[in-house]
């Protein structure tokens, strides 16, 4: 890991100890991700393109469609980097799986009401030079693979913390975890990174105005991979 990522995950160390849950050392999540990696290749051929476009330091929002809960993982094998996530706060209350998916970096969101302490952990950590990744969906798309309209607020913390966005189509997983079904299948996946995206803010344009039109033209690139 480089020296910029060992600092950025200090500081959010110290940070979290303070203001937030406790997140595993990088080290650790480290291995935990090497082990999923190989174990995810084993249950599901994954397919990765472009993941020349993933930059290798900086702030960074990745943005993708939702069709798992397996996503999160998938999306961010090729990312080198230290990862934060913000997930859906109803999570964080299931067995196990809540306790884990913060001790792996996930943030609480609360979708019905306005939260704002996932939002500013989330902008202190993108201009720190970390990685968020977001599903704008805000929950899993419709079960024939296709999405549902995305939610303002990737581009709207992209514009406030000024970094670029990855958008990421995930093509396939749909059929993977099917919400009629209790456990998952296995067949084929693919995983596309599209060039960065870089909101564009009008002159005098309001922010409001610009988030949405900016959210419609992100999820037309990750949809055109569908």
Not at 7 to 13: C, M, Q, S, V, Y
Not at 122 to 135: D, E, N, P
Request: proline content about 8%.
């Amino acid at each position: 890991m480089s020296e910029t990522a060992t600092n950025i995950a200090r500081k959010h160390r110290r940070d979290v100890s303070q203001n937030g849950p406790v997140v595993l050392p990088q080290w650790a999540l480290g291995i935990i991700r090497t082990t999923c990696h190989r174990l995810s290749h084993l249950l599901w051929p994954i397919t990765y393109q472009g993941v020349e476009h993933i930059p290798p330091s900086g702030g960074l929002i990745i943005a993708a469609n939702h069709q798992t809960y397996i996503d999160p993982f998938w999306i961010s094998f090729p990312v080198k980097r230290p990862t934060r996530y913000l997930a859906w706060n109803e999570a964080f209350h299931w067995p196990v799986v809540g306790k884990f998916i913060g001790l792996l970096g996930a943030w609480p969101l609360q979708l019905e009401k306005s939260d704002p302490t996932p939002i500013r952990r989330s902008l202190q950590w993108l201009r720190g030079g970390g990685v968020v990744v977001i599903f704008p969906e805000g929950e899993r798309g419709l079960p024939d693979g296709s999405m549902s309209k995305f939610k303002n607020g990737a581009v709207r913390m992209a514009l406030e913390a000024n970094v670029p966005i990855l958008p990421v189509t995930i093509r396939g997983a749909h059929r993977v975890w099917p919400r009629a079904y209790r456990f998952p299948r296995f067949t084929n996946i693919e995983i596309i990174y599209h060039p960065i995206f870089r909101v564009a803010q009008r002159q005098g344009e309001d922010a409001r105005v610009c988030a949405r039109r900016e959210s419609e033209r992100l999820a037309d690139i990750i949809r055109s991979s569908l």
